[in-house]
């Protein structure tokens, strides 16, 4: 997007889409559950602007985080938007790592999570199985992996979602689908406050796996269990926020769901 401030750019994008905070005290909350105690380090995969472990690393003095991305453009606006703002000693328990997901890494952690999807980057089955045994090779002996994911036959049309924000309108378009390998391109748009439209600021081409494909993966990758996240109601026809363990999901026309998977 050539005539769109690369600030800007982020700025849509974590507004529209993200909720650190929430996605923190999720997984937090989780392992305790499990483990009887908090976890103290992540490795947050795709971590785009890192802005999960930038709030991971704030929590406690312990607390420690590496954050993972390819690209050096959102690694950089995350320096500036999240690292810049912590205290000086949290800021040393952030470490951005400009590099492939599927590279080794010498070092173990309690809780890796893969956010926003973006491990459907990951199109055919071996390269998805290579990537969790990665995930499942660099963690603990008590770890705890969280993905998300959506799915529902909604999420399967060529339809654009609309939310509107304070001076911004956010568009997701799913723009193809393939039901024969289940391919499928993704965009973001945005209007500002002007009225200005911004095509296809982020972009995506996916395979839109499922829930059940997803588990069997974890359980060859050497996972000993995984828990799916089921959202609860509203009870206006909409989710409420809240996760809970389900092996039972109502058959909605579009959800998202978390599943978390144990060493
Ligand atoms: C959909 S964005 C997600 C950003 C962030 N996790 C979030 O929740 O919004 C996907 C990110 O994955 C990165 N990415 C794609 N393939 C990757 C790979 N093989 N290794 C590391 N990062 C990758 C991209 O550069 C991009 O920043």
Request: charged share 25%; net charge positive.
């Given at each position: 997007m050539k005539d769109l401030d690369i600030k800007l750019k982020y700025d849509w994008y974590e507004r529209s889409v993200q909720n650190p905070e929430s996605e923190v005290d999720f997984m937090r909350l989780w392992f305790k559950k499990i483990h009887g105690r908090f976890p103290t380090t992540l490795r947050e995969d795709f971590c785009g602007t890192g802005a999960i472990s930038c709030d991971w690393?704030?929590?406690?003095?312990?607390?420690?985080?590496?954050?993972v991305d390819l690209d050096p453009e959102p690694i950089a606006e995350g320096k500036s938007r999240h690292l810049s703002k912590l205290t000086p000693k949290a800021r040393q328990r952030v470490k951005f790592l400009e590099a492939n997901v599927l590279d080794k890494r010498d070092f173990k952690v309690d809780v890796v999570c893969a956010f926003n999807f973006s491990y459907f980057i990951f199109k055919?089955?071996?390269?998805?199985?290579?990537?969790?045994?990665t995930v499942r090779d660099g963690m603990?002996?008590?770890?705890?992996?969280?993905?998300?994911?959506?799915?529902?036959?909604?999420?399967?049309?060529?339809?654009?979602?609309?939310?509107?924000?304070?001076g911004l309108t956010?568009?997701?378009?799913?723009?193809?689908?393939?039901?024969?390998?289940?391919?499928?391109?993704?965009?973001?748009h945005f209007r500002d406050a002007k009225g200005k439209k911004h095509e296809n600021v982020f972009t995506y081409e996916w395979r839109l796996w499922t829930i059940?494909?997803?588990?069997?993966?974890?359980?060859?990758?050497?996972?000993?269990?995984s828990m799916v996240f089921w959202e609860g109601d509203d009870d206006e026809g909409g989710g409420n926020g809240e996760f809970l363990p389900s092996e039972i999901g109502e058959n909605c026309d579009a959800w998202?769901?978390?599943?978390?998977?144990?060493v």
């Open positions: 690393a704030r929590r406690t003095s312990e607390s420690q985080a590496f954050a055919n089955r071996s390269t998805l199985l290579e990537y969790f045994k603990g002996k008590q770890g705890m992996f969280f993905l998300d994911l959506f799915g529902g036959p909604e999420s399967q049309k060529i339809v654009t979602d609309t939310k509107k924000l304070k956010y568009y997701w378009e799913c723009q193809s689908f393939n039901p024969i390998n289940s391919e499928c391109t993704f965009a973001i059940v494909e997803l588990r069997e993966l974890l359980s060859e990758a050497g996972f000993s269990r998202v769901a978390y599943i978390a998977a144990l």
